[in-house]
Structure formats: structure tokens, C-alpha cells
């Protein structure tokens, strides 16, 4: 029996984890889960789960949800709620499945108590790679990849030796927006960035795609995962999503991963690495999609993605101000107190002021991620 804990237990990520766990009843049990504020989602799973502890966002939510606990339920709040989830009690692995840079705190804190990490949240990485990753070798933990793309090159990658590797080449979607100008996104509303074509996610993620700045934080997130400079990353427009990526060798062979889209897939090959169990995912059938599609990258079309890969090249605290401007544009965006070109224009402004600082540490990181915050929301 395998313990999980799951930080954003009610997300997107957060519910198919349960899925995968509900699949396989007795190879896991949950003993920890931190939401933000949908408790009546949290309470469902709690009570079907049964959790041994949890955490909610506020003091104030942990009152409310407190009489609808069942017995012995340890309860926890705010950021040393989830900490505690993170480091706390005795899972074997987390699934940091938290959406935005609150999740690099807890992710630390639980490779510090020698959690292996089933890894969602991109921005860990992109914000602090070089410390989570140094981290995690010290400790001897696993950092497993859940997104679909990164879990691809893992599994490409099994068995094969690092020097042979010619490059890693992540496909994209596209988002809602593939096949819009910019011109014709002038007046794209909310509800329009909403519709992914492909996938199901949370709203930030799928704003992200549409903005492409989700694959621009996934090549950071790759060249701290599979230590690989960046002139070896390339991303590739793949309408259908079928091909999650593949990795070139040197040799001129390219192995791919494909599947039919589906997040529980590589959500359960992390939680249950080096092992494959059955899934509930779809048969993918070749005949059945009967043809794929592929695009060059448009970087002027995505300039944030660019954006984004420049950011990392400079390395420093540049990625952490890309991350930061990015998640308060999108906040804005989905207030509708921005058009959605203004996403764009809001990273490149506050790149275009930062103040690199070389090698950071944890408390620099932070202070860098609040200034950006603070210049993001007043642009």
C-alpha cells in the first residue's frame, strides 16, 4: 500500500489523481490532502478518501469545514497548512498538483522530509530549479513529472544513456487560439481563452496555453529535469496532441511517447514508476485519428513563449519575474480588467525592467517574485 498526499487536491490535476487512486483501492492510500477553497468539493473527498490529514487556504474556511469532519481528521490552514501536508505524516509521495509559485514552499519542504515528488506545478521549477533540483539529489528523491510532456521524455528517455541524446522536442497544442492571428485576438473574450480543444484543465493553465507561456514554462522546467541546455529544446505545434514528445538520439533515432489525451495517464505512471498498471484512459487507435498534424513555432505569433525561453537562458531571477508577471496578468485577464493581448505586453514590460540577480537563493527568489507582483498589477 502506497501513501500519497496531494497538494490541490481539488484542481484540475488534484481530482484525476483521485481518479487514479479510486482505480486502484487497495495500492493506495491517501493520507493527506490540501485545497484551496472549495470545501464542499475537499469534504467529498474526504469522506471518500479519507484522508488522515488536510489543509484549506484560510483559518477562517478551516472553521467552517471543521464540524463536517469526520473523527480524528487532523486539520490544517494557509501556507503552514500546506507545508505540513507536504512534510508531514508519512506519504511516500506528493503530488504537488498547486497551480502558481505558492507551490515552491511546500515542495521543498517535502523533498527536505524525503517525499519523492510527483510534479505538476511547473512553477517550482521554473522559479527555483536549481534549488529544488540540487535538493532533491542531496536528499535522494525522485522528482516524478506528471505533465503529459515531460512524462513523455521521461519515459523516451528509460534505459537510454544522457550523452546520447541530440535533443528533446516538446509538441504543443496550440490552445484555444492555434489558429487565430494576432490581429484576430484583439477581441478574444474570457470564455473564448476558456475552450482548450484538447484538454481539460483549470483556467490559468488553459490561459497559459492559449498564451503559449505553458510551453515556455515547460522547456525551463525540461532543462532542470533532464539537464539539457537549452539549444537542445525545441517545441513543435501539434494540433491533435496525440504525440506528448519525443527526444532525438544521436544516431538520427526518435522515440516518441503517444497516447490518446488524457492527464490520468502520466499522473498514475508517477505514482507508480517503474511499474505500468491498467488505465482508464482510451485506447488510441492511429487508424481512428487517421492523420497528424505538425507546425513550426511561431515566435512572433507566441511572442510570450519566447519571452519565456529568454527568461531562462538569462537564468538568475529572470525566469522567477517572467513567472510572477505572468500569473498577475492572467489574474487581470480572467477579472477582465485586461484584453488578453495585454498578457503579453505586461511580461515583456516588466522583463524589460528587471534587475537580474545571478544564482539566487530561496528568500532572493521570494523577494523578487513579490516586487514583480506588485509592478505587474500596477501596469
Known amino acids: 500500500m502506497k501513501r ?175 489558429d487565430y492571428t494576432r490581429e484576430q485576438l484583439v477581441n478574444v473574450t474570457v470564455e473564448d481563452a ?44 501539434h494540433p491533435e496532441s496525440i504525440i506528448h514528445s519525443f527526444v532525438e538520439f544521436r544516431d538520427s533515432s526518435v522515440i516518441a511517447q503517444l497516447g490518446t489525451p488524457d492527464m490520468r495517464v502520466p499522473i498514475q505512471y508517477a505514482l507508480t514508476y517503474p511499474e505500468r498498471w491498467q488505465s482508464p484512459a482510451e485506447r488510441l487507435s492511429l487508424a481512428k485519428v487517421g492523420r497528424l498534424n505538425f507546425r513550426e513555432m511561431d515566435y512572433v505569433r507566441y511572442p510570450a513563449l519566447k519571452l519565456a525561453i529568454d527568461s531562462g537562458k538569462a537564468g538568475g531571477t529572470a525566469p522567477t519575474a517572467f513567472n510572477a508577471a505572468n500569473e498577475i496578468a492572467v489574474a487581470r485577464f480572467l477579472r477582465r480588467e485586461i484584453p488578453f493581448l495585454q498578457i503579453d505586453e505586461i511580461i515583456a514590460e516588466v522583463l524589460q525592467r528587471h534587475n537580474n540577480t545571478a544564482n539566487p537563493d530561496l528568500e532572493q527568489i521570494q523577494h523578487c517574485d513579490a516586487l514583480t507582483r506588485k509592478l505587474a498589477t500596477s501596469l
Open 194 to 237: 476558456l475552450r482548450h480543444p484538447n484538454w481539460s484543465m483549470g483556467a490559468k493553465i488553459t490561459i497559459d496555453s492559449a498564451t503559449m507561456v505553458n510551453k515556455g514554462l515547460e522547456v525551463i522546467e525540461a532543462h532542470y529535469l533532464f539537464g539539457l541546455p537549452y539549444e537542445q529544446i525545441n517545441v513543435l505545434l
Open 4 to 178: 500519497i498526499s496531494i497538494l490541490g487536491s481539488t484542481g484540475s490535476i488534484g481530482t484525476q489523481t483521485l481518479d487514479v487512486v479510486a482505480m486502484h483501492p487497495d495500492q493506495f492510500e491517501v493520507d493527506g490532502l490540501a485545497a484551496g477553497s472549495n470545501i464542499a468539493l475537499l469534504l467529498e473527498q474526504v469522506h471518500r478518501f479519507k484522508p488522515r490529514r488536510i489543509s484549506v487556504s484560510t483559518r477562517a474556511l478551516a472553521e467552517e469545514i471543521r464540524p463536517s469532519l469526520p473523527a480524528g481528521v487532523e486539520l490544517y490552514s494557509g501556507s503552514e497548512g500546506m507545508v505540513e501536508i507536504a512534510a508531514g505524516g508519512d506519504a511516500a509521495i506528493v503530488v504537488t498538483a498547486v497551480v502558481g509559485s505558492v507551490g515552491l514552499e511546500s515542495t521543498l519542504a517535502a523533498i527536505d522530509a524525503g517525499r519523492h515528488i510527483g510534479l505538476a506545478n511547473k512553477e517550482t521549477l521554473v522559479t527555483a530549479g536549481h534549488l529544488v533540483t540540487e535538493r532533491a539529489e542531496r536528499r535522494g528523491v525522485r522528482l516524478l513529472p506528471v505533465d503529459s510532456e515531460h512524462s513523455a521524455i521521461f519515459q523516451c528517455l528509460n534505459g537510454e544513456r544522457h550523452q546520447d541524446i541530440a535533443s528533446i522536442t516538446v509538441t504543443a497544442s496550440g490552445g484555444s487560439f492555434r
